[in-house]
């Protein structure tokens, strides 16, 4: 069990305890709803807060592991070195979205904190729960190029997200 504990990436482990906090505050609430009689609005905001930024995560992790959604099969008819070439570019491609939605994301969050939305049953500013969004992006962005210089350092082919580890 602690062979499987190790070598996890703090996005996974943020990403399970979100995920867990999900399930805890869902089933305290249907559990409340259904068999005590009581219900509190909070815990549905809050359990939707958490599911949302463990998807953040999740995409970053898949990007950390290089198993995020692409068609492969026309990478995997090409020699080696093009396969390569052929994701770096992809890769570069991405990084410049990346940019693009950290550069706006970031604009947004400040304009967000200047003229705040409040959450209507937590009280705490809007702009927290969407700092996801660059924050997000701007990880991703980083596991995007750890990945692009593994894959030249190691030298490492087009994986086949279709099959598991």
């Given at each position: 069990?602690?062979?499987?504990l190790?070598g996890?990436?703090i996005?996974e482990w943020l990403?399970?305890?979100?995920?867990?906090?999900v399930?805890?505050?869902l089933?305290?609430q249907?559990i409340?709803?259904y068999?005590?009689g009581?219900?509190f609005?909070?815990i549905e905001?809050?359990?939707?807060f958490a599911?949302?930024?463990?998807v953040?995560?999740?995409?970053?992790?898949?990007?950390?592991?290089d198993?995020?959604i692409r068609?492969s099969?026309?990478?995997s008819?090409?020699?080696?070195?093009a396969?390569k070439?052929?994701?770096?570019?992809?890769d570069?491609i991405?990084?410049?979205?990346?940019?693009?939605?950290i550069?706006?994301?970031?604009?947004?969050i400040?304009?967000?904190?200047?003229?705040?939305?409040v959450?209507?049953?937590?009280?705490?500013?809007?702009a927290?729960i969407?700092?996801?969004?660059?924050l997000?992006?701007?990880l991703l962005?980083i596991?995007?190029?750890q990945v692009?210089?593994?894959?030249w350092k190691?030298d490492e082919?087009?994986?086949d997200?279709?099959?598991?580890d």
């Amino acid at each position: 069990m602690t062979a499987s504990l190790k070598g996890r990436s703090i996005e996974e482990w943020l990403g399970v305890i979100l995920m867990t906090i999900v399930l805890v505050l869902l089933s305290a609430q249907v559990i409340g709803r259904y068999l005590l009689g009581w219900s509190f609005a909070w815990i549905e905001e809050v359990s939707r807060f958490a599911f949302v930024w463990s998807v953040y995560f999740g995409f970053i992790l898949a990007a950390e592991k290089d198993r995020h959604i692409r068609v492969s099969v026309q990478l995997s008819m090409l020699p080696p070195r093009a396969q390569k070439i052929a994701l770096t570019l992809a890769d570069l491609i991405w990084l410049v979205f990346n940019a693009i939605v950290i550069w706006f994301g970031a604009i947004y969050i400040a304009d967000m904190f200047s003229f705040p939305m409040v959450s209507q049953t937590t009280g705490i500013n809007i702009a927290w729960i969407q700092l996801i969004v660059p924050l997000g992006f701007f990880l991703l962005s980083i596991r995007v190029i750890q990945v692009m210089i593994r894959r030249w350092k190691h030298d490492e082919g087009v994986i086949d997200t279709r099959l598991d580890d």
